[in-house]
């Protein structure tokens, strides 16, 4: 495709192609890799957006999009499983999802924080999260809310938030304020790397399962 910088495009097909597709296994599974694409997106754009903001919503806006585009990231592992059925042979899907999955440090980040986000405060909301975390929860000071002036959606309750990180970071006794600060970070950082890369592998498979279904890019006049 010619220079599409600044420019739109679209990614198109025949009206014979795509009936054709309605009811291939495999294009059903890339609408749906399609629709978490979608999803993640959404779920990431509060924080960009926020970035310039120092009122009370730009921390709420930025904590729960990292909450909530993890929960979903851990959706799309779930989804990714079963697409290999389907796109093994594809070089996208060997140099991207296979490689993914297969690597134990993203796995154990699955089978941990990101599952324990998704299950319990995310897409649940289970009250004995606030019990358990408050068993050693300690703060310089305590504010359950913080607001601007007048602005209902200014308003924002941050205990509520600092509790289910505390509960997801499963602090120890013996842990100092820099060691969690440390591990928050650690993991926000590890789980941001892997969103980046489920963003490129979902991209580069999506385009060249496309290409082969028939479909072609090019820029909207």
Known sequence: MEDIKDAIWDVTCTKDVFDTLKKDERFLDLLTLARFFNALRFCQQPVIDAMSSDRPSASRQSINSFLFASSVLYEGFLLVEKLGQYFRDFDSFKNGFAVLLRDKKIRTLRETVLKRMRNKFVFHFDRDIALEALKDF??????????????SGELYYGLADEVV????????????????????????????????????????????????????AKIRE
């Open 138 to 151: 300690e703060l310089p000071n305590y504010r359950f809310a913080t607001g601007f002036g007048k602005a």
């Open 165 to 216: 990180m505390n509960y997801l970071l499963q602090p120890q006794p013996n842990d100092t304020d820099g060691e969690l600060n440390k591990r928050l970070r650690s993991m926000m950082k590890d789980i941001t790397e892997l969103m980046g890369q489920f963003i490129e592998a979902a991209e580069r498979l999506i385009a060249e399962v496309l290409v082969t279904m028939g479909w072609t």
